[in-house]
């Protein structure tokens, strides 16, 4: 079974507008991490946002903000007022266990299209 | 700046000439990992290592070798490179010390095997 499934293949978003890119995960281990990143066609990751399953609240970087929904193991990640740069690959990962030591799995990836 | 360095970063061989991708960290990461990226597939975990002379196979070794002698230094080997090992690479390298810790990626190396 996958461990990080992402089901949206591309994505179209007006610039301006915000979007959500769907992110569900497997996991049994209580203690886990997930990672947003962004690949832009230039082809380098970048790294944009991080959510610890233990965290009491959402996280957000500037415009990028995580809808974490634990119960349904689900880690959406919500891009506010989109622009041209950020048209890109995004993929979600997720880390299990207590320290850096474990892989981090990545997901299929959602190619996200900004038009003008 | 820190950085995690790829050489080369574009690769055209044929099939069965042995090449190495080097992959070098100034950020003193115990953590270093090999990802291949595919279309539709992700990214796929090659190889990765803990420590100096700690390495172990991830979700797809097979064709692949690497070896940690130094801490800073990951090399990517195919000793003997097929068709189907035409993708993106990408070496990744972060610290140990919790789950937080993002891992910071090379620019990527396409290869092409033909």
């Known amino acids: 079974a996958q461990k990080i499934t992402q089901t949206q293949p591309g994505m179209f978003v007006q610039e301006k507008e915000a979007v959500t890119l769907d992110c569900t995960y497997d996991?049994?281990?209580?203690?886990?991490?997930l990672f947003w990143y962004k690949q832009p066609s230039s082809g380098e990751m970048i790294f944009l946002i991080y959510q610890g399953s233990y965290d009491q609240q959402n996280a957000t970087e500037g415009r990028y903000s995580l809808n974490f929904q634990k119960a349904r193991k689900s880690a959406n990640l919500v891009i506010s007022a989109s622009q041209l740069g950020d048209s890109a690959m995004y993929f979600c990962a997720m880390r299990e266990g207590n320290s850096g030591y474990s892989t981090l799995t990545f997901g299929k990836g959602t190619m996200l299209l900004v038009s003008p | 700046e820190a950085q995690v360095t790829q050489n080369p970063r574009y690769l055209i061989t044929v099939t069965g000439k042995k090449l190495t991708v080097t992959c070098s960290q100034n950020?003193?990461?115990?953590?270093m990992s090999w990802y291949r990226q595919d279309p539709g597939l992700g990214l796929r975990q090659i190889y990765y290592?803990?420590?100096?002379?700690?390495?172990d196979k991830g979700d797809v070794p097979e064709g692949y070798k690497v070896s940690r002698k130094e801490k800073r230094n990951f090399p990517l080997i195919l000793e003997s490179p097929s068709p189907n090992q035409t993708s993106l690479y990408f070496c990744?390298?972060?610290?140990?010390?919790?789950?937080?810790?993002?891992?910071?990626f090379g620019q990527g190396t396409r290869l092409t095997v033909v």
């Open positions: 950020m003193n990461h115990e953590y």
């Open positions: 990744a390298s972060s610290q140990i010390t919790g789950l937080n810790t993002e891992a910071f």
């Open positions: 996991t049994s281990d209580p203690s886990y991490g």
């Open positions: 290592s803990m420590n100096v002379e700690v390495t």
